[in-house]
């Protein structure tokens, strides 16, 4: 597979992912409750989402609120509220960084600087899978910890609905995509080193002439005498006579 293929095949895998956040962030179906009375007429379904709360009565009818306040949600769906608009900033910055830096495209000169962008690009998209992942396994088990409980009315219980769902789909087609988009790019240098100047080049060859060095004169000054010739003061003469005894 080339670069250009798995560029592209990373943004629609990450586009979809993108699309199914913004899905799990809007319906309200994060949590789901159902109430059955001893009558079916007064049977209720209530729907708990990021922006609105839905109550679905059992003639059909639904009624829908905003949610004005942040401090009537829970811990986990006001966290859920912030990391989910953040990953859908993060996801669409780095989904448009993608398209700048793409191969198909002449935005940028250098190969270098377009793979620079790619990955830049895919490491927001892989920010952004993390950031829905988050919240959405959270209020999962706070889901689930609630409906095990044995404190929590019948009534009351909560389910797990089906944004929570769409959230972990939209995770995996980010991280996939993510992943595709920061390995589709090849190195900027190259594995194996070319072959270069050598290490130790080899200089001029030596062309110094050698003379004799001139000396200065010591610094001390000559104490000894002389006489006009290099004969020894004291010359050494052989003995005019021989003593025999000295070879017996």
């Keep these: ?47 708990d989402g ?6 679905m009565q059992s003639t059909g009818q ?41 191969k198909c495209t002449s ?23 993390i950031l829905i992942l988050v919240p959405v396994c959270w209020s999962a088990a706070i889901s689930i910890s609630d409906f095990q409980s044995v404190l929590t009315i019948e009534t009351q219980k909560r389910e797990i609905g089906g944004s929570i769902y769409i959230g972990w789909a939209s995770a995996a087609f980010l991280l996939i995509g993510g992943i595709i988009l920061t390995t589709s790019c090849p190195p900027n240098k190259p594995v194996i080193p070319g072959y270069g100047a050598p290490m130790y080049p080899y200089g001029p060859p030596n062309t110094a002439v050698y003379a004799p060095v001139y000396a200065p004169p010591g610094s001390q000054p000559y104490t000894g005498t002389y006489s006009g010739t290099y004969a020894p003061a004291k010359p050494y003469a052989a003995p005019t006579t021989y003593s025999p005894r000295q070879y017996l």
């Design 1 to 47: 597979m080339g670069r250009v293929s798995k560029e592209v095949s990373g943004q629609v895998i990450s586009f979809i992912g993108l699309l199914l956040a913004a899905v799990s962030c809007g319906v309200p179906m994060w949590r789901v409750t159902s109430y059955i009375g001893a009558n079916i007429v007064t049977g209720q379904i209530v729907w």
């Design 50 to 55: 990021l922006w609105m709360n839905c109550v």
């Design 62 to 102: 639904m009624q829908c609120k905003l949610n004005e306040s942040l401090m009537k949600l829970s811990q986990d769906l006001q966290a859920a509220r912030a990391l989910v608009v953040i990953c859908l900033v993060c996801g669409f910055v780095g989904f448009m960084i993608t398209f700048i830096g793409a």
């Design 107 to 129: 935005c940028l000169k250098k190969d270098a600087s377009n793979a620079t962008v790619v990955i830049i690009g895919g490491c927001l998209i892989i920010l952004a899978a």
